[in-house]
């Protein structure tokens, strides 16, 4: 018997979706995910860990393929309940290394090693008598037990396999593993805590690691996407050309430069989001998430993830007038305030004309005959909204993905999202540090990790809205 | 950086100053006065210097200037009797060398030795500072502090992909009666409802599979012959049981059709992804006596 740590075995008829239990509860997309029944040959283990300790573990098992065999070798033993626990861990001894019985041996030995039995089945299809020998089988095991109503289409037949399953299972819950989130999580641990008295300390406490390893996530998030902004707003790129003349060619490769390198920041982060999220196997080649050709640059990218010219002349507004108002101050107020008045209005203006414009293109006179083309910080007020808007759109769908979808997503996008976390007064303190990571200068640890607290409340906003 | 060596370089300014101090002190007899343009008075004097000198006075009393020294040390350029009361008084002049000497080293040794101290303290803030804003300094620190969480699978799964083989033979219309008709976990009752269906024309019907057990199982396979039709649900996939089955009945009868069949809420109408899952199993056993029949076609509802 296994007295470490609690082990749930999820068992089940082939192709009801157990893999996609196990991808979405141990957050792992790594799972070899088929329609094609039998994809799953060996017992693999998915423990979750804390420091190295293993707090419990998750097993994917194959599923049945020769129950009526196994009961019909189970019951050729005449014996009594309280010893057919023996006859099962017989029936695997005896056939243990018979390939005929592979799957069956796979999915028991765990069992009767002490683990949890989770069975599987696919309640968007109809009951059928044929998954009975199987429940008997693991009834014949003795081990506690709970079974999961998975539905793999809209179809619902819960109410004919509740009734059928009420007879094997003393718990039968609903779980649907492509749209799971962080509560119906929670909910399915606390339920598999239940199976055994003394699994549901284990279980309890990794319930709140898992909130706070969402929350390792969600800031680790953040802290990336800060880092974009940072990386992105100061980015300067540089061409050498011939003369100090710039012609329009030089400006040309120069900017397209520049976007292709900013282009490059933003999947970069794209992809460390993912991976935090274990959305990143190995064997993916593409990007889980596309924005169908939604260009960083693009206008619909601007009308979708931008501030409006409204929002934007207010942002200009609000900083020109900042920077006015801190002459006032320095002149004690003899400037009648003109000051403040005079910065908003360049401000504004500066803001409303400058929708276009990444940033100035300057030439600079190095060595003796040679010269180079330099573009960057960003001055466009719109970049980072944009830039900003597109990751947290990224970072909150990969945040809620469940880990058992192997499809890529071409996500549909719609301003309703900004809405929902650009605030005006968000607006505000984002745009101070907008400016700060465009001056080019060096920036402070400080500026970055408030910058990176804000994202992270907007995340975590966003991430709580969809579960309540 | 440069804040702390210039207080590192004052500090030792300060400490020569100190010694130069006691240098003269020690080789020469120095009679000390004070004078000041101002109307001071003695009193005055002699409060500004214990005030001066409160940071020493309780451990070292005598540092402190008495009102006595202050007025007998009170030099004036000009006035006999002054002159002639400081010529009397000449011995006691040397006294102030204490209070000078605790004076640099309070207010020039030790507060710039504190000053050093903090330029130090500065200093290392500013590269811990400087270590802090370099990329990833940050994230080891939060890994190292926070607890290393890891839910995934230890080894990598090798993806396994059943290798499609064989042909399936594929009919697209229905015999006009069959030797046999069962139906793989389907009830009888089912089984006369498809029939009747799909027009098809037998009276020997069979529930097989389910919860037969496999000696009812293998009894109904003894007694089958000819051309079977055998109906499958198409929504669950094919077992190695099913398999183990139709193998034993094949080495029994001519032929056997297979025709997955839909749930009745979809009209028996199997999804095209159940109907792939069948055929592609169906053909891995490359067995002659097998047919594939599509529920769609030649058959009308």
Do not use: G, P, R, W
């Given at each position: 018997m296994i007295d470490s740590h609690p082990q749930f075995a999820v068992v089940g008829h082939p192709n009801k979706g157990k893999s996609s239990i196990v991808s979405a509860l141990a957050l792992d997309d790594s799972v070899h995910i088929s329609d094609v029944p039998g994809t799953t040959t060996k017992q693999r283990s998915f423990p979750l860990k804390v420091d190295g300790v293993i707090l419990y573990e998750l097993l994917d098992t194959p599923g049945f393929q020769r129950a009526r065999r196994v009961l019909a070798w189970l019951q050729k033993h005449e014996v009594s309940a309280d010893k057919r626990q023996d006859i099962v861990q017989k029936f695997i001894n005896v056939h243990q290394f018979d390939p005929k019985f592979n799957d069956e041996i796979q999915l028991l030995t765990p069992v009767m090693a002490g683990a949890g039995i989770i069975y599987v089945v696919d309640a968007s299809k109809p009951y059928g008598e044929e998954y009975e020998a199987e429940m008997e089988i693991l009834r014949w095991t003795g081990q506690p037990s709970m079974a999961l109503l998975n539905h793999i289409e809209d179809t619902d037949y819960s109410v004919q396999w509740k009734r059928a399953l009420g007879q094997y299972f003393k718990m039968v819950r609903t779980f649907n593993p492509m749209k799971t989130d962080r509560l119906q999580h929670i909910s399915i641990l606390e339920s598999m805590s239940?199976?055994?008295?003394?699994w549901i300390a284990p279980v309890k406490k990794s319930i709140v690691l898992f909130e706070r390893y969402q929350k390792q996530m969600i800031h680790q998030s953040a802290s990336k996407i800060s880092r974009l902004l940072e990386e992105s707003l100061g980015l300067i790129e540089k061409r050498s050309c011939?003369?100090?003349?710039?012609e329009e060619k030089d400006k040309e490769a120069v900017e397209i430069q520049y976007k292709s390198h900013l282009r490059l920041l933003e999947k970069e982060t794209q992809k460390k989001i993912e991976k935090i999220w274990n959305h990143?196997?190995?064997?993916?080649?593409?990007?889980?998430?596309?924005?169908?050709?939604?260009?960083?640059?693009?206008e619909e990218s601007a009308a979708v993830f931008g501030l409006t010219r409204k929002e934007l002349m207010i942002t200009g507004v609000t900083s020109g007038a900042m920077t006015g108002a801190g002459i006032d101050l320095v002149f004690a107020g003899h400037t009648l305030l003109l000051g403040g008045i005079i910065g908003a209005v360049v401000g504004g203006t500066g803001a409303y004309f400058g929708f276009k414009e990444l940033s100035e293109i300057k030439v600079l006179g190095q060595r003796v005959g040679t010269y180079s083309v330099q573009i960057g910080p960003?001055?466009?007020?719109?970049f980072p909204y944009i830039l900003l808007g597109r990751a947290i759109f990224h970072a909150y769908h990969i945040a809620t993905r469940s880990h058992a979808i192997r499809d890529i997503e071409d996500l549909s996008m719609d301003s309703t999202l900004k809405e929902q976390w650009l605030t005006d007064t968000l607006r505000k303190s984002l745009e101070s540090s907008h400016k700060i990571f465009r001056s080019g200068d060096t920036i402070g640890v400080e500026v970055g990790e408030s910058y990176t607290l804000l994202v992270e409340d907007i995340l975590e906003k966003l991430i709580q809205r969809i579960e309540e | 950086m440069l804040i702390k060596r210039a207080q590192f370089v004052a500090l030792f300014f300060s400490l020569g100053l100190g010694l130069a101090l006691l240098l003269m002190i020690a080789t020469q007899d120095i009679a000390f006065a004070w004078s000041t343009?101002?109307?001071?008075?003695p009193q005055g004097f002699h409060s500004v210097l214990v005030c001066v000198s409160s940071p020493w006075s309780f451990y070292f009393p005598s540092a402190v200037p008495s009102l006595e020294l202050i007025e007998q040390s009170h030099y004036f350029r000009l006035g006999d009797n002054l002159s002639q009361k400081m010529i009397n008084d000449a011995s006691s002049l040397g006294a102030w060398w204490k209070f000078l000497l605790c004076a640099t080293i309070f207010y020039a040794i030790f507060l710039r030795f504190c000053l050093y101290l903090l330029s130090v303290l500065g200093f290392q803030l500013a590269i811990t500072k400087s270590i802090l804003s370099m990329e990833g300094v940050k994230q080891i620190l939060e890994d190292m502090n926070e607890p290393i969480i890891s839910t995934h699978a230890i080894e990598s799964m090798d993806s396994y992909e059943v290798v499609h083989t064989g042909e399936l033979q594929i009919i697209d219309a229905f015999r006009d009666s069959y030797n046999g008709v069962q139906g793989w976990a389907m009830p009888v009752e089912k089984l006369l409802v498809l029939n009747d269906i799909l027009s098809i024309n037998s009276q020997v019907l069979y529930e097989v599979g389910g919860t037969n057990s496999l000696k009812v199982d293998s009894e109904i396979i003894a007694k089958s012959q000819g051309e079977i039709l055998l109906y499958v649900k198409g929504w669950e996939p094919p077992t190695m049981d099913f398999i183990d089955y139709l193998e034993e009945l094949l080495i029994e009868v001519d032929r056997v059709t297979v025709m997955p069949i839909g749930t009745e809420e979809n009209s028996y109408i199997p999804m095209p992804k159940s109907i792939e899952v069948w055929s592609r199993k169906l053909a891995l056993?490359?067995?002659?006596k097998v047919y594939f029949k599509h529920f769609t076609q030649g058959s009308d509802i």
């Open positions: 239940q199976l055994k008295e003394e011939d003369s100090d003349k710039v990143a196997s190995v064997k993916k080649e593409q990007a889980l998430l596309t924005f169908d050709e939604l260009d960083l640059f693009s960003m001055k466009n007020k719109n | 343009t101002l109307q001071v008075s056993l490359e067995h002659n």
